[in-house]
């Protein structure tokens, strides 16, 4: 899985697009195995829908996204995750917990079935 969190520094930005950096973490089993700091190039919102969809990104974490932008995320399969605070890093290992939380729920359904 590939995560890109919308940042200013380590922090989650306040307002996407207006951030300066995107931290990118790519997981392997549950677990963030690498990590990317890459400066924001002061695109539109539909264009960094565009180069997230091109380097792979299955999840974009931000504070805040206009309507409009998340919409162009999810139209490329791009799951939006909006409401992030604190430290980049931190946000992306919460999300990595909560879904690696949520595959052992359904699993552990499936053999009550």
Same mark, same amino acid.
């Given at each position: 899985? *590939?995560?890109? /969190? @919308?940042s200013n520094g380590l922090d989650v930005a306040e307002n996407f697009p207006q951030c300066?950096? +995107?931290n990118y973490y790519t997981t392997k089993s549950y677990e963030i195995a690498e990590s990317q700091n890459i400066p924001a190039q002061g695109l539109t919102g539909e264009e960094y829908a565009n180069l997230m969809e091109r380097i792979d990104v299955d999840t974009f974490i931000c504070h805040s996204i206009a309507p409009a932008h998340?919409?162009? +995320? %999810?139209? *490329?399969?791009? %799951? /939006? /995750? !909006?409401? @992030? !605070?604190g430290r980049a890093m931190q946000v992306a290992e919460t999300y990595v917990q909560k879904k690696a =939380? %949520?595959?052992?729920? =359904? =699993?552990?359904q499936e053999d009550d079935e």
């Open positions: 899985m *590939r995560i890109a /969190v @919308a300066l950096n +995107f998340k919409s162009a +995320f %999810e139209d *490329r399969g791009i %799951e /939006v /995750v !909006s409401g @992030a !605070s =939380e %949520e595959l052992e729920n =359904e =699993e552990a």
